[in-house]
Structures are given as C-alpha cells and as structure tokens.
C-alpha cells in the first residue's frame, strides 16, 4: 500500500469521515505548498506533548507548564457540587458557548453502540465511578447525563446508571437528564446555543 492509500485510511478512522471525505482531505494535503504541508506534520507530530488530559475531567487542555487539572477544574467560581457527564471534549465547548452551566464535567470518552459491546472497553466507567464517590466527598448534588438523543446516547445513559445509579440513588442524589430542547437524533456538539439552554432549562429526571 502506498503512502497515499494509507493517508486516506487514516483520516477515515476519524469521527464522522467517510471515504469520500478522506480521499478529499488526502488530496488536499497534495496540493498545499511544501511549507505548510511540513507546518501541518510538525503540528501533529508536536500536539501530544503541548497537551495534556485533565486529571479530573479528562478533557484534553493545552499547558505549557506542569498543571494537571483544567482551567475549569481548577477554578473557584465554577459549582463543585454539580456533574455533567458528556460524551466528547466538543460538548463541553458547545456547552460552555452558551453560558448556561457553571458546573464540573467529565468526558465519558465516547457512547455505548447498541449493536456494539466491544466499544465498552474503551470507555471511562471506572474513572467516573471514582470521580463520583470523591465528589460524593465533597457535597455533590447534581449529576446531569448530557448524551446525544438517539439510540446510543440513550443506550450510554442506561449504562452510566447501571455505574453510578445505586450510589446516588443511596445518598439521595438527583440525577437529571438532558433532553427536551434537544431534536431527536441530534448531537450536543452541534447543537446552538439556544438549544442547549432549552434542554438545561427543561432537563428532566427518569422515574
């Protein structure tokens, strides 16, 4: 296999890139200038080490020093007592653009495919069953599950709860559900400000 081949194979491993995009994306490096092909590879090859996975929520942040939390998690004006459990760094950008939550996240690090057991591995249940019980600590009061509403999303819902359920159900902790405000099938990532805010103002509990 060529390296032209094994380019368009890599970027078809990306979220939501189909072949066609990837040929696209290939053929595009090919007709950039040498300069800005090497800025490209030298990017890429540097981005690791010029950032790192928060300690707390598992968000990727830039850092230039030797911090281990976010600028989020670190900060003494954002609500410690509250959760938001997102599936992808992206949500929280989406989210944090629409000014209407002041809370802590966690970045479950992907969904739970209906038809696809195996994606289980990859996936932070132990870290946010942890996560939870340090927060438990510290006087939680709210864990929000912000997962796309489709079936997967739905599907990761019931498998967060199948984690952290029975320790919040115990101490009586509300767990809420972002929904309403948010069309079926859509993506929190992709979802505009106003929408977000609907779907936290309507967020709802499961009986």
């Known amino acids: 296999m060529n390296n032209l081949d094994k380019l368009i194979q890599h970027f078809e491993k990306f979220p939501g890139v189909g072949a066609r995009q990837a040929k696209r994306f290939a053929f595009h490096i090919l007709t950039q ?21 928060c300690a707390s929520c598992h968000r990727f ?19 410690h007592h509250k959760l938001l459990v997102v599936t992808q760094d992206s949500d929280i950008q989406a989210i944090e653009r629409a000014g209407v939550y002041d ?31 340090e927060r438990l600590k510290e006087g939680l009061v ?32 509300k767990t809420t559900y972002l929904g309403r405000g948010l069309s079926t099938g859509s993506e929190l990532e992709y979802a505009d400000p106003e929408t977000i805010k609907n779907a936290f103002q309507n967020r709802s509990t499961h009986e």
């Open 61 to 79: 942040f830039p850092t230039a020093g030797v911090e281990t939390m976010c600028s989020i998690c670190n900060s003494q004006n954002r609500n």
């Open 142 to 173: 709210e864990v929000t599950l912000g997962f796309a509403v489709n079936p997967d999303g739905e599907n990761t819902a019931r498998f967060v709860e199948s984690i952290i359920g029975e320790m919040l159900k115990e101490r009586d902790i």
């Open 33 to 53: 200038a040498e300069d800005e092909s090497k800025d490209l590879s030298e990017l890429i090859a540097n981005l690791k080490g010029s950032v790192v996975e």
């Open 103 to 133: 809370g802590l996240y966690f970045v479950f690090g992907g969904t739970v495919p209906l038809l696809n057991s195996k994606e289980n591995n990859k996936l932070r249940g132990s870290a946010l069953k942890a996560t939870v019980e």
